[in-house]
Each structure stands twice: as C-alpha cells, then as structure tokens.
C-alpha cells in the first residue's frame, strides 16, 4: 500500500480544535441566556440553534455557500475589508463548522445550567462576588460535565463533518480537504485500502474519545455541590 498522505487528518484537526473553542466561547453565554431567559424570542432561537440537527447538511452547505459567497451577506464585506473570499478557505470552513455544530455544544451546556438553576450565582453575588466572578469561579466547576460532553461533541461532529464542508470548500488539498471529502475521493478511485485505513483510524480515536468522556461522567456525579 502506497504511503498515506496525512494532510487531511492534521487538517481535521486543526478545524476541529479552531471551531471547538470558538463554540465553547460563544455558547456559553447563549446557553445560559436560554436556560434562563423567559422571553418569548427563546423559543425562535432554540429552533434556530436546533435548525443543524434536522436540515440536510446540504441544505446548510447550499445556504452558507451563499452568504459567505463574494456577493453574499457575509462573504462580500469580508472579501471588501481583506481582500480575501472566505468559500474554499479555512475561514470559511471554520464559519461553517461553527454553524453546523452549535447545537452540539449549546444543548449540553443549556441542559446543565437548567439542571444547577441560579441560586448557587445568587448566593456567590450575595457574598459581594461579580457576575464574572461567580460565573467563572462557582458555574464553570459546577458545569464541568456539560462543558466535557459539549467540547467532545462539538470537536468529534466537526471531524464527521461532509456535506457542509463539501460545500463551502471543496476538496483543495492542504487547505480545504478534510478527512471526511479525502475518505470519499479515496472510495471514488476504489482506493479502498487508503480509505479503509483513514475510516478505521477516525473510527478508533471517536470511540476512544466517547468511552473516555463516559468514564468521566461516571467518575463525577451530576453537579456535584
């Protein structure tokens, strides 16, 4: 068997860790506004976030080739103020792995910041702490379980990532082919060695990945406080 080329696993990787901590970033304070919040917009949002888990992500691809396209909502002030077009990018590829698996991550994390309520915030702004303070000193610990299984499934969805990425960036090797598009093009030529061993080693690592994120939430009762 010929040498594999290992590009599009670096990166995979690479996007995954980009989107998984752009989303960790974001989501936490849309989840925790979605917990909480009573406004009627809650609904229209949560069905917003909720829109990946049941589109064709073709249909998220088409959208987002679109909007981040050189006449699109997004793709045309970005090309305006760097010169640069986002489709076929890594940019753009992390714009639209971003989207793709913001629910993975919101869900966990709003699931857990039900789940603990705020009294334990309210006690901790009581006692004269910050907002900030509080939220990152009392929540944080109290959330670790829903950050663990939102950061491993936003990072293990972004590497299974296919249509979405296909379509906002094709398949440009060392800078657009991911894994996913180079096990496909691999079947395409019936190179099924080279792809049998890039699927095998994707298999491998997400179960790996899953088994160790179980055996913490084993290990570690639910909010422990």
Not at 70 to 79: D, E, K, L, T, Y
Request: hydrophobic share 55%; proline share 6%; net charge negative.
């Amino acid at each position: 068997m010929a040498e594999i080329d290992l590009s599009p696993v670096w990166l995979t990787l690479q996007l995954a860790t980009v989107t998984t901590l752009i989303l960790l970033l974001l989501s936490t304070p849309l989840a925790w506004w979605l917990a909480h919040s009573r406004s009627r917009w809650a609904v229209v949002v949560e069905a917003v976030v909720a829109l990946p888990l049941v589109l064709p992500p073709t249909v998220l691809g088409f959208y987002l080739l679109l909007a981040l396209g050189a006449n699109g909502v997004i793709g045309g002030p970005w090309s305006e103020l760097t010169g640069s077009p986002l489709v076929f990018t890594f940019s753009g590829l992390v714009i639209a792995s971003v989207l793709y698996s913001l629910p993975f991550v919101v869900q966990p994390l709003q699931n857990d910041f039900t789940a603990i309520g705020r009294k334990p915030l309210e006690v901790a702004c009581c006692l004269r702490a910050s907002f900030v303070d509080a939220f990152l000193t009392v929540m944080l610990p109290l959330a670790k379980r829903g950050y663990i299984t939102a950061a491993v499934l936003g990072f293990t969805h972004t590497m299974g990532e296919f249509g979405v990425v296909l379509m906002v960036g094709g398949s440009i090797p060392g800078e657009t082919q991911v894994l996913s598009i180079a096990i496909y093009e691999h079947v395409e030529v019936l190179d099924y060695s080279t792809a049998h061993a890039l699927s095998l080693g994707l298999l491998a690592f997400t179960f790996v990945v899953l088994m160790m994120v179980y055996f913490i939430n084993r290990r570690f009762p639910v909010h422990e406080h």
